[in-house]
Nanobody, 115 residues
Framework: QVQLVESGGGLVQPGGSLRLSCAAS????????MGWYRRPPGNQRELVAV???????NYADSVKGRFTISRDNAKNTVFLQMNSLKPEGTDVYYC?????????WGKGTLVTVSS
């Protein structure tokens, strides 16, 4: 059974930082591309950041320079370091694994950016 379990969300003030984690089980983690997504109100789920099995990264323009995605294959975990958070970053952040179109989603972790 495949499970992706996100953690690390919470309430943070504008300008603050959070580090999200996504622990995977039931998959050969190292061969999967891993990504973080969010769903802004009224919009479809959007990519925040992705890291390939080979370690290449890509980011949404809105988070470039502020967010960093990384992975630890030994721990089957992907991370999202979020710095300089803005109120519009408030959302549920979802973890996704993908291997040639075979994908799985976590249930998400809520990030609230508010003073």
């Amino acid at each position: 059974q495949v499970q992706l379990v996100e953690s690390g969300g919470g309430l943070v003030q504008p300008g603050g930082s959070l580090r999200l984690s996504c622990a995977a089980s039931g998959i050969i983690f190292s061969i999967y591309d891993m990504g973080w997504y969010r769903r802004p109100p009224g919009n479809q789920r959007e990519l925040v950041a992705v890291i390939t099995s080979g370690g290449r990264t890509n980011y949404a323009d809105s988070v470039k320079g502020r967010f960093t995605i990384s992975r630890d294959n030994a721990k089957n975990t992907v991370f999202l370091q979020m710095n300089s958070l803005k109120p519009e970053g408030t959302d549920v952040y979802y973890c996704k694994s993908d291997y040639h179109g075979m994908s799985y989603w976590g249930k998400g972790t809520l990030v609230t950016v508010s003073s």
